[in-house]
T-cell receptor, first 115, second 115 residues
Framework: QQQVKQSPQSLIVQKGGISIINCAYENTAFDYFPWYQQFPGKGPALLIAIRPDVSEKKEGRFTISFNKSAKQFSLHIMDSQPGDSATYFCAAGSYSGAGSYQLTFGKGTKLSVIP | DGGITQSPKYLFRKEGQNVTLSCEQNLNHDAMYWYRQDPGQGLRLIYYSQIVNDFQKGDIAEGYSVSREKKESFPLTVTSAQKNPTAFYLC??????????????FGPGTRLTVL
């Protein structure tokens, strides 16, 4: 059972455009929603994250929009650049006891930004 | 230079052999995690450890084993019982017991290929 559904699988955007990646979750116990960026052959790096007590969070060109009632969240990349070409993963986190979180990941979106 | 190191970067194994992947962190993090990444499948949790000498199974623990004898080290053994071990393996760590316990930091990964 896939607990975090991510779409689209791949995305091609022109330089300067807006990239939008969507995720949906099922488990209402999730209370932490990060986005990770991964370049080929590298480990994922945290890009931006949100808690369900806010509906939007912005950091530079990256914005997370969160809809708690719909159990959906999305990543918007404004003014997309070729350097943003990477695979993006959404995740949903729940507290696992002893003070740490367990993350469930979406399957990823491969973003290509063309000049 | 703080971070997570994984070695080796590439590993080749013959069928029927056990192999151990190394993960070391100098971030003073309490929690450590092992994930497996397959193309188009996102990251799936193998094992995690929240404290020394304690660890829990993740979603796909069959065919894998771990140990946590030191806070900074969390090696993963891929045993011959793992039927399809060829994958990209990622180690992560996080603090525990604070407001930042949700953020996981990833190492650069080890690509394991079974010949």
């Amino acid at each position: 059972q896939q607990q975090v559904k991510q779409s689209p699988q791949s995305l091609i955007v022109q330089k300067g455009g807006i990239s939008i990646i969507n995720c949906a979750y099922e488990n209402t116990a999730f209370d932490y929603f990060p986005w990770y960026q991964q370049f080929p052959g590298k480990g994922p790096a945290l890009l931006i994250a949100i808690r369900p007590d806010v509906s939007e969070k912005k950091e530079g060109r990256f914005t997370i929009s969160f809809n708690k009632s719909a159990k959906q969240f999305s990543l918007h990349i404004m003014d997309s650049q070729p350097g943003d070409s990477a695979t993006y993963f959404c995740a949903a986190g729940s507290y696992s006891g002893a003070g740490s979180y367990q993350l469930t990941f979406g399957k990823g979106t491969k973003l290509s930004v063309i000049p | 230079d703080g971070g997570i190191t994984q070695s080796p970067k590439y590993l080749f194994r013959k069928e029927g052999q056990n192999v151990t992947l190394s993960c070391e962190q100098n971030l003073n993090h309490d929690a450590m995690y092992w994930y497996r990444q397959d193309p188009g499948q996102g990251l799936r949790l193998i094992y995690y450890s929240q404290i020394v000498n304690d660890f829990q199974k993740g979603d796909i623990a069959e065919g894998y084993s771990v140990s946590r004898e030191k806070k900074e080290s969390f090696p993963l053994t891929v045993t011959s019982a793992q039927k399809n071990p060829t994958a990209f393996y990622l180690c992560a760590s996080s603090v525990a017991g604070t407001v930042h316990a949700d953020t996981q930091y990833f190492g650069p990964g080890t690509r394991l290929t079974v010949l």
